[in-house]
């Protein structure tokens, strides 16, 4: 219950005697730093007897208050102290505690008490930057340190008594008690870490209010000895045990101490203590004398790949600076060295299957990776070895005069991916067959080879009708794109956009034909495609459209210039096909073929047999394509030779009318489809013919911003705009450089022939 207190406060200043005011609250400021019971009412009495004190008239005894409170709590520590002081070592520390624990709690008892004097009095006599006391309880930052003389709150000035009279005449049993209890929790030995926790943390208490240096007296007086004797401890230790393990035992040794020494550091030590306590024991174990004997045996358990003694490696080494350095560079190489030999197997030089290239670089890739996050914890050093591993053996080439094989093959893998023919296969496979393709394409070199290999196949698989699916093709596109941005796939993006025009514009001369009236005499679909974005050639050679198709070929040139002025369609009948029916034989049959192949077998309506030169005349093809028409036919027993294997300028040819078929549909275009040696060849040398005009386009770029540059410079900043399409040869970065100054975009100063000018 609340009551009155026995003495009514007044407000009003006036005169009053310290004496008589101090020898009550004297005891009571005892009887609180002991924690003894103080009743509500004399409570009550003293706190308006320091308002008194403080607001006397005409003279104020505060500051009095403060000495004779100052000497009260110092008096009252030293006898603590001199209790303690005769102990051994456990007991002072266990003395320690429980007096520091008690006084503690009675300074923020005692600072309640004194809080007016806290809130107003205290201004006088301090700056009021200085004051960190806003209300009861309540601390704000200091902004400066705090001078050993100046007056503080009431609670500070206790805390500082503490330190004055307490710790800085005990620091050395004190010191000597704590290691010693640490020393025995270390040797499995009975300690009690959490009254060392106690003391220690009473190192930095005492100090809180010197908010600018709080940790210093905590640092000098306990973190850098007891650093030196971790130190000497753990030198001891590593000595001992080095001798008496092996390699692989000692790390597990080393391991199970470090993760021992942090647990035990952050059961008493300050938090910015526990960092360099590790890296103490650290340095003891590992980094003095021992790093050459870990390294010594890094590259056994990197090419054995023993996982857990990697893991204990890494673990010792991560917080060294520059000690995975050489784990890292053996890392790379063992991966380097398991990727040739894998690779090695397929041999590269002959023919390699696609589907075995990516294979086997994925499953490096993935073995590697996985290694990695459950070994290393991801590290990003170590990704990058295994990207700059898997990126040296992706891109090797057995012969230095030739290309890599990588972009054709995986170039082809993707074909066969993303083709019809990919049967069993669900999209959501597609599509993570897709990413792993990306995995690969990232660590290509001759990324522009790639484009030009992917561009070539994605043509005929659209033309042919023979994709998967437009959202396969579309999403290998955006997959791309992010990969090397939108330059490099908007060719690729224009080809999918000009098919879904094309199906736009045959549906509206589908109704064209029927709004007049009129009906083709056959089926009929046209791929209107942009010259520029198309990787097809037109062919240079005369041909003599079938009269069956001239009409229709008519009629949809008719409308296409109507509707589109000014534009003008080239036929490219080479990559044309259609459908024939064959009704000669004693069944029916339908035939995808090539529109060169469909004039040949057209002309077999008339006469049942033709010379090689009736050929000719009727499809007016040159002799290469004749031949190679001719050839397919022969070989798919359409037409058979009346003499010899092989189709020449004499050859004559008729129909096989016993021919037959299981299937009553097929094609016979497969053997036009294939890449050859030459067209792989004349690819790679276009690729090197647009790569001088890229690293021109570069050098033009880097001058234009630069206006002048020396040469070495110029060569650096050239690779370093080029290397994301593929990686530049300096001798061809320094004939284009010559071939530009031939064009006068450049010219060489006088008076430094090592300096270019960019001449506007």
């Given at each position: 219950n609340n009551k009155k207190s026995s003495r009514a406060m007044s407000l009003r200043p006036g005169a009053v005697s310290f004496d008589a005011k101090w020898s009550g609250l004297r005891e009571t400021?005892?009887?609180?730093?002991?924690?003894?019971?103080?009743?509500?009412?004399?409570?009550?009495?003293?706190?308006?007897?320091?308002?008194?004190?403080?607001?006397?008239?005409?003279?104020?005894?505060?500051?009095?208050?403060?000495?004779?409170?100052?000497?009260?709590?110092?008096?009252?520590?030293?006898?603590?102290?001199?209790?303690?002081?005769?102990?051994?070592?456990?007991?002072?520390?266990?003395?320690?505690?429980?007096?520091?624990?008690?006084?503690?709690?009675?300074?923020?008892?005692?600072?309640?008490?004194?809080?007016?004097?806290?809130?107003?009095?205290?201004?006088?006599?301090?700056?009021?930057?200085?004051?960190?006391?806003?209300?009861?309880?309540?601390?704000?930052?200091?902004?400066t340190s705090v001078a050993p003389d100046t007056p503080v709150e009431i609670r500070n000035m206790a805390l500082r008594a503490w330190r004055q009279e307490m710790v800085d005449k005990l620091s050395e049993p004190l010191l000597r008690a704590l290691l010693l209890e640490i020393r025995r929790d270390r040797d499995g030995q009975s300690a009690d870490l959490s009254m060392v926790r106690d003391v220690v943390f009473s190192f930095i208490e005492v100090e809180e209010y010197?908010?600018?240096?709080?940790?210093?007296?905590?640092?000098?007086?306990?973190?850098?000895?007891?650093?030196?004797?971790?130190?000497?401890?753990?030198?001891?230790?590593?000595?001992?045990?080095?001798?008496?393990?092996?390699?692989?035992?000692?790390?597990?040794?080393?391991?199970?101490?470090?993760?021992?020494?942090?647990?035990?550091?952050?059961?008493?030590?300050?938090?910015?203590?526990?960092?360099k306590f590790v890296r103490e024991c650290e340095a003891r174990l590992v980094e003095d004398y021992k790093m050459d004997y870990l390294y010594a045996h890094t590259r056994a358990m990197v090419h054995d790949e023993r996982v857990k003694d990697l893991s204990n490696l890494f673990f010792?080494?991560?917080?060294?600076?520059?000690?995975?350095?050489?784990?890292?560079?053996?890392?790379?190489?063992?991966?380097?060295?398991?990727?040739?030999?894998?690779?090695?197997?397929?041999?590269?030089?002959?023919?390699?299957?696609?589907?075995e290239f990516l294979t086997a670089v994925l499953g490096i890739h993935g073995r590697f990776a996985k290694m990695i996050q459950e070994v290393f914890g991801g590290h990003k050093d170590f990704c990058s070895a295994l990207d700059r591993a898997c990126r040296a053996f992706v891109n090797i080439s057995e012969n230095p005069k030739q290309h890599p094989k990588a972009p054709l093959l995986v170039a082809r893998?993707?074909?066969?991916?993303?083709?019809?023919?990919?049967?069993?296969?669900?999209?959501?496979?597609?599509?993570?067959?897709?990413?792993?393709?990306?995995?690969?394409?990232?660590?290509?070199?001759d990324k522009d080879m790639f484009q030009r290999f992917h561009s070539k196949m994605l043509s005929r698989r659209l033309v042919q009708n023979l994709s998967i699916s437009m959202e396969a093709e579309e999403s290998m596109i955006q997959k791309l794109k992010h990969a090397c941005g939108y330059e490099y796939t908007a060719r690729l993006q224009r080809m999918l956009v000009d098919i879904k025009l094309s199906s736009d514009c045959m549906a509206e001369f589908s109704e064209h034909l029927k709004g007049r009236g009129i009906s083709l005499p056959l089926g009929f679909t046209s791929l209107?495609?942009?010259?520029?974005?198309?990787?097809?050639?037109?062919?240079?050679?005369?041909?003599?459209?079938?009269?069956?198709?001239?009409?229709?070929?008519?009629?949809?040139?008719?409308?296409?210039?109507?509707?589109?002025?000014?534009?003008?369609?080239?036929?490219?009948?080479?990559?044309?096909?259609?459908?024939?029916?064959?009704?000669y034989l004693k069944k029916p049959y339908t035939v995808c073929v090539t529109t060169y192949q469909m004039a040949v077998l057209l002309a077999f309506n008339t006469s049942d047999l033709h010379t090689y030169t009736s050929l000719q005349q009727f499809s007016q093809l040159r002799h290469a394509e004749l031949m190679v028409t001719l050839q397919s036919l022969v070989e798919c027993k359409l037409l058979a030779l009346c003499a010899g294997e092989a189709v020449t300028p004499e050859s004559v040819l008729k129909l096989n009318k016993g021919y037959s078929n299981k299937r009553t549909k097929f094609k016979v275009t497969a053997a036009l489809q294939r890449d050859t040696q030459q067209d792989i060849e004349q690819t790679q040398y276009s690729v090197a013919e647009d790569r001088k005009l890229h690293i021109q386009a570069a050098i033009v770029r880097v001058m234009k911003a630069r206006k002048s540059l020396k040469h070495n410079r110029l060569i650096q900043e050239t690779i370093s705009q080029v290397k994301s399409r593929f990686t530049p040869n300096v001798q061809m970065i320094k004939r284009c450089i010559e071939t530009l100054m031939d064009k006068q975009y450049l010219e060489r100063q006088e008076e430094a022939k090592d300096t270019y000018n960019y001449m506007a």
């Amino acid at each position: 219950n609340n009551k009155k207190s026995s003495r009514a406060m007044s407000l009003r200043p006036g005169a009053v005697s310290f004496d008589a005011k101090w020898s009550g609250l004297r005891e009571t400021i005892r009887a609180v730093m002991q924690l003894q019971r103080v009743r509500m009412a004399t409570w009550n009495d003293h706190y308006s007897d320091i308002y008194a004190l403080c607001e006397a008239f005409p003279k104020a005894y505060d500051e009095q208050l403060y000495l004779e409170t100052q000497s009260l709590l110092e008096s009252f520590v030293a006898g603590l102290c001199k209790h303690l002081s005769p102990l051994d070592s456990h007991s002072m520390l266990s003395g320690y505690q429980r007096h520091w624990l008690s006084y503690q709690q009675g300074a923020k008892y005692l600072d309640n008490l004194f809080s007016y004097f806290n809130r107003v009095s205290l201004k006088k006599y301090q700056p009021s930057e200085a004051i960190d006391y806003i209300l009861p309880g309540i601390y704000a930052p200091q902004l400066t340190s705090v001078a050993p003389d100046t007056p503080v709150e009431i609670r500070n000035m206790a805390l500082r008594a503490w330190r004055q009279e307490m710790v800085d005449k005990l620091s050395e049993p004190l010191l000597r008690a704590l290691l010693l209890e640490i020393r025995r929790d270390r040797d499995g030995q009975s300690a009690d870490l959490s009254m060392v926790r106690d003391v220690v943390f009473s190192f930095i208490e005492v100090e809180e209010y010197n908010k600018d240096s709080s940790l210093r007296y905590y640092q000098e007086l306990f973190e850098a000895p007891f650093l030196s004797e971790t130190g000497e401890y753990y030198r001891q230790e590593a000595s001992k045990i080095v001798a008496e393990l092996s390699c692989s035992e000692y790390m597990e040794q080393v391991v199970a101490r470090l993760q021992a020494a942090r647990r035990r550091g952050q059961r008493f030590l300050h938090q910015t203590s526990v960092t360099k306590f590790v890296r103490e024991c650290e340095a003891r174990l590992v980094e003095d004398y021992k790093m050459d004997y870990l390294y010594a045996h890094t590259r056994a358990m990197v090419h054995d790949e023993r996982v857990k003694d990697l893991s204990n490696l890494f673990f010792l080494l991560s917080g060294i600076p520059r000690a995975l350095d050489p784990v890292i560079a053996e890392f790379e190489n063992h991966i380097k060295s398991q990727g040739l030999s894998a690779l090695g197997r397929l041999q590269l030089d002959k023919n390699p299957n696609a589907s075995e290239f990516l294979t086997a670089v994925l499953g490096i890739h993935g073995r590697f990776a996985k290694m990695i996050q459950e070994v290393f914890g991801g590290h990003k050093d170590f990704c990058s070895a295994l990207d700059r591993a898997c990126r040296a053996f992706v891109n090797i080439s057995e012969n230095p005069k030739q290309h890599p094989k990588a972009p054709l093959l995986v170039a082809r893998y993707c074909d066969h991916l993303l083709r019809r023919s990919s049967k069993g296969v669900g999209e959501q496979e597609v599509e993570d067959r897709l990413e792993a393709v990306i995995v690969v394409f990232r660590y290509i070199d001759d990324k522009d080879m790639f484009q030009r290999f992917h561009s070539k196949m994605l043509s005929r698989r659209l033309v042919q009708n023979l994709s998967i699916s437009m959202e396969a093709e579309e999403s290998m596109i955006q997959k791309l794109k992010h990969a090397c941005g939108y330059e490099y796939t908007a060719r690729l993006q224009r080809m999918l956009v000009d098919i879904k025009l094309s199906s736009d514009c045959m549906a509206e001369f589908s109704e064209h034909l029927k709004g007049r009236g009129i009906s083709l005499p056959l089926g009929f679909t046209s791929l209107i495609l942009q010259s520029a974005a198309w990787p097809l050639n037109r062919m240079q050679c005369s041909f003599s459209v079938p009269e069956e198709l001239v009409p229709v070929i008519e009629r949809f040139e008719a409308f296409y210039v109507q509707k589109h002025n000014g534009r003008k369609l080239a036929w490219l009948h080479h990559m044309s096909i259609g459908e024939m029916k064959m009704s000669y034989l004693k069944k029916p049959y339908t035939v995808c073929v090539t529109t060169y192949q469909m004039a040949v077998l057209l002309a077999f309506n008339t006469s049942d047999l033709h010379t090689y030169t009736s050929l000719q005349q009727f499809s007016q093809l040159r002799h290469a394509e004749l031949m190679v028409t001719l050839q397919s036919l022969v070989e798919c027993k359409l037409l058979a030779l009346c003499a010899g294997e092989a189709v020449t300028p004499e050859s004559v040819l008729k129909l096989n009318k016993g021919y037959s078929n299981k299937r009553t549909k097929f094609k016979v275009t497969a053997a036009l489809q294939r890449d050859t040696q030459q067209d792989i060849e004349q690819t790679q040398y276009s690729v090197a013919e647009d790569r001088k005009l890229h690293i021109q386009a570069a050098i033009v770029r880097v001058m234009k911003a630069r206006k002048s540059l020396k040469h070495n410079r110029l060569i650096q900043e050239t690779i370093s705009q080029v290397k994301s399409r593929f990686t530049p040869n300096v001798q061809m970065i320094k004939r284009c450089i010559e071939t530009l100054m031939d064009k006068q975009y450049l010219e060489r100063q006088e008076e430094a022939k090592d300096t270019y000018n960019y001449m506007a």
